[in-house]
């Protein structure tokens, strides 16, 4: 089963990409370019969803 979560990628003072994920409370992460970002928000995504599903 696929599904879409909404993303908000932000860029910070340093020059550092950081996204976050409103509908997973805690869920984020950072990266240096915008593709390693996704790529990373991905992992992040499927690491919160697999410990929920834990629980």
Same mark, same amino acid.
């Given at each position: 089963?696929?599904?879409?979560?909404?993303? *908000? *990628?932000?860029?910070? $003072? $340093?020059?550092?990409?950081?996204? +976050? *994920?409103?509908?997973?409370?805690?869920?984020?992460?950072?990266?240096? +370019?915008?593709? $390693?970002l996704?790529?990373? *928000?991905? $992992?992040?995504?499927?690491?919160?969803l697999?410990?929920?599903?834990?629980l």
């Amino acid at each position: 089963m696929n599904r879409e979560f909404d993303v *908000v *990628v932000e860029r910070d $003072e $340093e020059g550092w990409y950081v996204a +976050s *994920v409103p509908a997973l409370p805690g869920c984020h992460t950072q990266a240096r +370019s915008l593709d $390693e970002l996704m790529e990373r *928000v991905r $992992e992040a995504i499927a690491l919160y969803l697999e410990a929920e599903a834990a629980l």
